[in-house]
């Protein structure tokens, strides 16, 4: 475990080598900091909030530099302190690394820097100067005594790394605050292009996505979080027929050749995303789906009203476009195996199958054979393909009770009331605080009429004559947090009560179909049903085999899925032109910044004009629920440029300094 010699941070100040400490405070232990990759040390953290030097020979002064260089080439230039005093405590600190200047360029530094960070008009100019001015204010000795020797500095080996808070928590580390600067300028097409870099699936995501960034947006210290999905939507809709220009299988600079193939196994996110990417980079990619149409989950359980087959389908065509090639009705273990796609010439396999098998509720008298009985995924599925692709009639009846509390669950009540159920019942064994539906969903669900039952526990499916007649049920108290942070839940006793249904759908989750591999393909499973993979390289049991999305991670959504296709990619073109998988500083950074979050108390440090997010107009709920059209509407350019103004651009520059 890495110790600190001496650092400063949100302005408390540790010093171990005279065991002086000024003001201390709370601090993790550094269990991650021994070395950025193997066998080269971390000496030195540094970030917005402040620094840590980790062995006794970095110079400071270098260090600065560095850290300075990086965030002058971020500043965006639309303020003055940011786009000027940067540069100038650059060009001072590079004087002072050459050898030159006298200590009185250290009192011109710190004055610049203090400008800089209390006028700022964003984030990253606000936290800029901070750590500079840690060493300048606790550790002037070591700063003078570096420029007293008047020799060169000998440039360390530092990497650096920018982000913000949104970044962090968008699992394909989407740059949100440059799309968002983008919309600001008026310039749609660049802002489409920064989400793009990342996936192809924007006008998807920006309908469908949970808001990761969002839950982390700084904005909330203020008044509400920046809408950034509704902006995404946005930008994609508005540039909905950029795309048709700017790809194009000629448009690719560096092909691979013909024998270095790819297969990707499902044409769900996981695998639409590391397709995109693997062709970006040049190589030849088939896909192959076991269904007749790609999408995966995205096409088969996300309901018409939220997500248009039309967008996903435009946007998944990309591949196609980019020069590859989709083949449908082909399941892996029927038509094809592992086997089979070497022997053909592939020589890498990625397994993107997703987890489309539904979970039982454990209930007595439960059957998936009996009639009135459908797992949520397999609902939705028939309403998506028979009902609204090929107007086949469903019978639904008069009743339905969906047991879950997730996004499935809430799709399968509301499109029963769009397919004339009269009677919706959701029930939810904890209470609604502890659902982990997108809380949007529910309270959707609600404006339209389904009756909920929070708290409440299937026990027995009742049934006649094959069919099923309703739902025995029993009331639940919350217990005490389980390990996983969740309150338990214990049946309360004689609290057991009927709902009458003609249909019960259990929505708890899925799992992994195993028959697309046999036991000679060695590919190895977890004790929950999923892929094993290495966690560096998304790499399988077998070799040249990688796997990603819904089918290694259990049941997540579709940027998680996304963010995993893309970085099999990485792995798989590594594995391609090296043997094997190479290091990723930036993800290596993250995982470090991850790690000082914790010690993170200052929040917003200039005054920002409340001004809430923009309101999004939806369908009424009692025409709505009766049709299958999408509910949210998109919003006007003025709103978007209003609403891309709330944006406070916290980036954070961050530079580790090591070995080598």
Not at 336 to 343: A, D, G, Q, V
Request: aromatic letters at 8%.
């Amino acid at each position: 475990m890495a110790k600190v010699i001496f650092g400063a941070w949100d302005g408390d100040v540790i010093d171990n080598r005279t065991k002086k400490i000024f003001e201390i405070g709370e601090y993790p232990e550094f269990k991650d900091f021994d070395e950025f990759n193997p066998g080269n040390p971390i000496k030195a953290f540094f970030g917005g909030h402040g620094f840590f030097i980790f062995e006794k020979d970095v110079n400071l002064l270098d260090a600065a530099l560095q850290y300075m260089e990086r965030v002058a080439r971020e500043s965006c230039g639309k303020c003055t302190p940011c786009r000027v005093g940067t540069q100038i405590i650059r060009s001072k600190l590079e004087l002072l690394t050459r050898g030159e200047g006298s200590v009185a360029l250290l009192d011109e530094i710190e004055n610049i820097a203090e400008h800089v960070k209390f006028t700022s008009l964003c984030g990253l100019g606000q936290t800029a100067t901070v750590s500079v001015l840690g060493m300048l204010q606790y550790f002037r000795e070591e700063l003078e005594s570096e420029i007293a020797s008047r020799k060169p500095v000998s440039r360390q080996h530092c990497t650096t790394y920018v982000s913000a808070p949104c970044i962090e928590a968008c699992p394909s580390k989407v740059d949100v605050p440059r799309y968002i600067d983008y919309v600001k300028d008026g310039k749609f097409t660049h802002s489409l292009g920064v989400i793009l870099q990342k996936y192809p699936m924007a006008a998807t995501c920006g309908r469908v996505c949970v808001r990761f960034c969002e839950m982390a947006c700084r904005r909330t210290q203020v008044d509400e979080a920046v809408g950034i999905k509704v902006l995404k939507r946005f930008v994609a809709d508005h540039e909905r027929f950029v795309t048709n220009e700017w790809f194009s299988s000629y448009a690719i600079p560096d092909k691979k050749d013909a024998d270095l193939k790819v297969a990707v196994i499902g044409a769900g996110p996981a695998g639409i995303a590391a397709a995109y990417h693997l062709l970006l980079q040049g190589y030849p990619v088939d896909v192959y789906e076991a269904k007749a149409v790609p999408g995966g989950m995205a096409a088969t359980g996300i309901p018409e009203y939220r997500l248009p087959k039309a967008v996903l389908s435009k946007e998944i065509s990309i591949i196609e476009t980019l020069g590859g090639q989709i083949f449908y009705n082909r399941r892996m273990g029927r038509e094809f195996t592992l086997k089979s796609l070497f022997n053909n010439g592939y020589k890498a396999v990625f397994l993107g199958v997703g987890a489309h098998k539904g979970k039982t509720m454990g209930a007595v008298g439960e059957d998936p054979h009996l009639e009135g009985y459908a797992f949520g995924v397999d609902f939705l599925l028939r309403i998506n393909h028979d009902y609204i692709d090929r107007g086949i009639p469903m019978e639904l009846g008069e009743k339905m009770v969906v047991v879950g509390g997730g996004n499935v669950a809430m799709d399968c009540v509301r499109s029963a009331l769009r397919m004339g159920v009269r009677e919706v019942h959701l029930v939810y064994r904890r209470g609604r605080e502890e659902m982990p539906a997108d809380h949007e969903e529910v309270e959707g669900a609600e404006k339209e009429g389904v009756i909920f039952h929070f708290l409440t526990h299937p026990t027995r499916v009742i049934s006649e004559n094959g069919k099923v007649r309703g739902l025995e049920l029993i009331r639940m108290d919350l217990g005490e947090p389980d390990e996983s942070g969740r309150r338990s839940v214990t049946p309360k006793e004689d609290s057991e009560f009927t709902i009458e249904a003609d249909h019960v759908i259990p929505a708890i989750g899925q799992q992994v179909e195993h028959g697309f591999v046999v036991p000679e393909d060695n590919v190895g499973f977890s004790g929950w049903g999923t892929i094993q993979v290495k966690t560096e390289s998304l790499s399988t049991s077998r070799k040249g085999v990688f796997a990603g999305g819904d089918c290694v991670t259990g049941p997540a959504t579709l940027v998680q899925a996304m963010a995993q296709g893309a970085e099999a990619a990485r792995c798989i073109n590594d594995y391609l032109t090296c043997g094997r998988v190479r290091f990723n500083p930036e993800a290596r950074m993250s995982r470090l910044v991850d790690d000082v979050q914790p010690m993170i108390r200052t929040g917003v440090s200039i005054p920002i004009k409340h001004e809430y997010r923009v309101k999004i107009r939806e369908l009424d709920p009692d025409v709505r629920k009766k049709m299958f059209e999408e509910v949210e509407k998109p919003i006007s350019m003025e709103e978007a440029y209003r609403e891309a103004n709330r944006c406070m651009r916290c980036y954070r520059v961050y530079s580790v300094i090591t070995e080598q």
